[in-house]
């Protein structure tokens, strides 16, 4: 299948935890990206790697750490976790000015 | 920033009727998506239209760039429409900052 995927699907942790988020694609895109989506549903970028460089990072705080080991492959880290970073998650990618696509999210519940 | 509304924010239809769901940007454009977001939470992309008319079955978008609109319809609507719409806009000058609209919530019932 020929998709954007990212594990886990479900994350519960602690606050004051670190977790990881991975993300993979195999569509040949050369942008990839992470979304925040909160509980009012609005959705915001956070940050855009093109052919693995940073592109834009959205005044994100800096406990959130993307990382693209190669252009398929997206990861967020994320360092003490707390409450507000409930939320979920959203990959993507596409080829620069065309259309995005979405990964499945990953619900991130902080407690 | 630039500046995305939708409306109607709710829309509750009957199963067979047609809706027209609109974004209003408040800048220049080179990049205009339209994303249905399914009650599972999945988001998929319906149009990639930063201008003229595309048509995709029952879906159709409009955008007009120049009067800063795009229009979504959708005929004869299945409740496997449901769900909420996104529109997203790329503001010239901001290479692959997709902004988001807050969406419209529709709702088709039997």
């Known amino acids: 299948d020929t998709a954007v995927s990212q594990t886990p699907k479900y994350l519960v942790t602690q606050m004051g935890n670190d977790k990881s988020i991975k993300c993979e694609q195999n569509l040949g895109h050369d942008t990839m990206y992470w979304y925040k989506q909160d509980s009012k549903k609005f959705l915001k970028i956070m940050f855009s790697?093109?052919?693995?460089?940073?592109?834009i990072n959205e005044t994100v705080p800096n406990r959130f750490s993307p990382k693209s080991p190669d252009k398929a492959h997206l990861n967020l880290h994320i360092n003490s976790l707390e409450l507000g970073d409930s939320a979920v998650y959203f990959c993507?990618?596409?080829?620069?000015?065309?259309?995005?696509?979405f990964g499945n999210g990953t619900r991130l519940t902080v407690t | 920033g630039i500046q995305v509304e939708q409306s109607p924010p709710d829309l509750i239809l009957q199963e067979g009727a047609n809706s027209t769901l609109r974004c209003n940007f408040s800048d220049s454009v080179n990049n205009l998506q339209w994303f249905h977001q399914n009650p599972w939470g999945q988001l998929i992309n319906l149009f990639y239209i930063p201008s003229g008319t595309k048509q995709n079955g029952r879906l159709s978008a409009t955008t007009v760039a120049t009067e800063r609109y795009s229009l979504l319809y959708i005929s004869s609507s299945q409740t496997t429409d449901s769900g909420v719409y996104f529109c997203?806009?790329?503001?010239?000058?901001?290479?692959?900052?997709?902004?988001f609209g807050t969406g419209t919530r529709l709702q088709v019932t039997l």
């Open positions: 790697y093109n052919n693995k460089e940073l592109i």
């Open positions: 993507a990618s596409s080829l620069m000015g065309q259309g995005l696509h």
């Open positions: 997203a806009v790329e503001n010239t000058g901001t290479a692959s900052k997709l902004t």
